[in-house]
């Protein structure tokens, strides 16, 4: 009976796998894209990627047997996917779960609920890419540390701000630090890329793997904190167009850009240019 409940995919389904894995990230890529959300596209290009780079690494070495529940669980999920992903309109929060549904679903089909734990690394950083920003915010609120550290750096290059709390003022502007402006979103962001690098080059020592997701953090918040204190000097000092395409335009994309690539240049010039302890002993 135990058999029975064991179902071993045949060499020519995994063709089929690979095929319905590349058409649901395609569906999610084209859904986000529509929606116009730059942002989450941009950050599930580099996840998807990642992801089914790492799956591709390991396939000689996964287990892929499964269960009739956990193919049936899996099937479900995928099917239930499909017809909302054919309902979704506009920026839809279903965008952000997405990839996480599809790709626990797609584990469970090929390896079933005991193989999961083969895919904890692909599952970790499509979870972070579900992750609503509102959820942070009940646990962690970055507000006021944000209008602070925008309001030094105006001070620091000789503007005449005050701050009140969550508020910075700039005469004739006075600006609110509200929530969506506090950088949980590039904070997530980064601390995303952040476990990526870690999976990626595992060989670097623990200490480094501690580091990374603080340095990620770090990164990330100091970018914002100069983003809003560029648009406070927008508000006091330009037009409210030019405002509304560096907050919410094409131009507000800048600033997570700015902080990856910072955050690559820490990992490439502090992490993999540094020779092995081997090569230094050597040329010692």
Known sequence: MAQLN???LAPGFNVWIVGIAVGLIAL???LTLKANNLDLLSTSMVFWAA??????DKKDKLSTESGIFSSFLGASLLSSVLLKSALVS?????????????AFALALLVSGAKGLKQYWQELLLLGFVSIPQGVVHRFADFTLLTAKLSNFILQCLGFPVVRQGV???LPPAKIEVASGCSGVNGMLQLLGLALLFI???PEINRKQKIVIPFVALFIAFIVNGIRVAILTLLVAYSSSKTFDYWHLGTGSQIFPMIGIVI???YCWFFILRKPPKNQLNSDM
């Open 51 to 56: 992801v089914s780079s790492l799956v591709w």
């Open 90 to 102: 506009g920026n839809d929060v279903f965008l952000r779960f997405s990839p996480f549904i599809s």
């Open 6 to 8: 064991k179902l071993k």
């Open 199 to 201: 999976f990626m080059f």
């Open 167 to 169: 508020f910075i003022l």
């Open 28 to 30: 999610h890529l084209t």
């Open 263 to 265: 955050f690559g240049l």
